[in-house]
Structures are given as C-alpha cells and as structure tokens.
Nanobody, 116 residues
Framework: VQLVESGGGLVQPGGSLILSCAAS??????????MNWYRQAPGKEREWVAG????????EYADSLMGRFTMSRDDDKKTVSLQMKSLKSEDTAVYYC????????WGRGTQVTVSS
C-alpha cells in the first residue's frame, strides 16, 4: 500500500490549505477502507485529526478543531482530502494520511507550517 500526501506548505495565520492523499497498491476495494488524517507537532505525540469510515460513512473530527477542517473522500479516484481554514500556529505539524482495514497503513506525511 502506498499513501502519498501533498498540499502542505507555509501559510500565514488565518490562511487556508488543502491537503490531498492518493492511495494505491491496496488489495480490496478502496471504499472498504477507513481513512484518517493524523498530525504530529514538534515534541508532541501523533494525534488523530479527522476520519471517514468505510462504505459512505460521515466525516468525524477532533473536537479541538472547532469546525475549521473538512475531510472528504473520493472513492472513484481513491483519494482523500483535508480542507483546512482559519489556520493557527498550533496547527503546525506533519500531517499523515492513514488507511485502515484490520491493518494500519501510513503515508510519509506533509509538513504544514503556520507562521507570519
């Protein structure tokens, strides 16, 4: 399984970014996998950000995000995205795409830096 994240970068506080994750090399239909975004800030543990379960589940989000992030998945294109708005310095982290079906698969991550 290969998960490739893209879309990270440097953004000013209050700005927006859209992260994408493209999946390939998996054995079963894409819509049977749960998909998640995690992030890890410097010196902190990796934390769950958002997720969509398999077969048409609704997105769920970490409470701390206060509705600023929106996750979606395209089962035809085998991609997931994370739209991030009103970014804050505390959103600075490496963002990881996660795919799960009995086993967890991880991408290498994409750096998001929120700074003026």
């Amino acid at each position: 399984v290969q998960l490739v994240e893209s879309g990270g970068g440097l953004v000013q506080p209050g700005g927006s970014l859209i992260l994408s994750c493209a999946a390939s090399g998996f054995a079963f239909a894409f819509d049977t996998y749960g998909m998640n975004w995690y992030r890890q800030a410097p010196g902190k543990e990796r934390e769950w950000v958002a997720g969509i379960s398999s077969r048409g589940g609704s997105p769920e989000y970490a409470d701390s995000l206060m509705g600023r992030f929106t996750m979606s998945r395209d089962d035809d294109k085998k991609t997931v995205s994370l739209q991030m708005k009103s970014l804050k310095s505390e959103d600075t982290a490496v963002y990881y795409c996660n795919m799960v079906r009995f086993t967890n698969y991880w991408g290498r991550g994409t750096q998001v830096t929120v700074s003026s």
